[in-house]
């Protein structure tokens, strides 16, 4: 279980800012992760802020949703500098889907949490073949916290840590649910693909 390494700030000038990734395969709860620590964050009364990449509009257009539906407001942005504009005063960054962002996203991390922030980020850290998906490798090296959940496999029912893809398509970003992905442990993954 995940013990977040401070609550509340009485100083605002002590804060001290961090980064925290949360990673795995398709249908592994790494949102619902994000989700129960940004509103943990709420409850502890911190400013908080949440973004996501605008491409990802499969349950909403704005809100950050679960494949359990749970949901929390966020704002979705064109690339990882406007998180910076928009992230204002706030104590805590909740950024999900960070995969879909370009290899800025980790000077932005990095910046926020220099300023103080709490970052914590979710996203897949492999792609549909089963390699690194960039930019999660220089997010899992800075961060301070890195958690790695699994789902678990839709083929045999093992712990599940790969995104196996039902199409044919070879584009690297294709967003889709259920219809498109399983997730698979390393044995029927591999099997998968022969």
Not at 74 to 98: K, W
Not at 181 to 193: S, T, V
């Amino acid at each position: 279980m995940f013990i977040e390494p401070f609550i509340s700030i009485k100083n605002k000038k002590d804060k001290k800012g961090h980064i925290e990734v949360i990673c795995g395969s398709m249908f592994s709860g790494k949102t619902e992760e994000l989700i129960r620590r940004l509103n943990r964050a709420l409850i502890a009364k911190q400013k908080v802020e949440i973004f996501k990449p605008s491409i990802d509009k499969r349950y909403h257009d704005l809100d950050v949703v679960s494949h359990n539906e749970n949901a929390i407001r966020s704002t979705p942005v064109n690339f990882a500098e406007d998180i910076l504009l928009l992230a204002g005063d706030c104590d805590v960054v909740g950024i999900d889907e960070v995969q879909f962002f370009d290899n800025h996203i980790v000077h932005i991390a990095n910046v926020l949490a220099n300023g103080g922030k709490r970052v914590i980020l979710a996203g897949l850290d492999m792609d549909f073949e089963g390699k690194a998906f960039e930019p999660m490798p220089q997010l899992l090296a800075i961060a301070e916290y890195v958690t790695k959940v699994h789902a678990i496999c839709m083929n045999c029912g093992d712990l599940a840590s790969y995104s196996y893809r039902l199409t044919d398509t070879k584009d690297k970003v294709l967003l889709g649910e259920k219809d498109s992905y399983e997730a698979r442990c390393r044995k029927c993954f591999y099997e998968g693909k022969s």
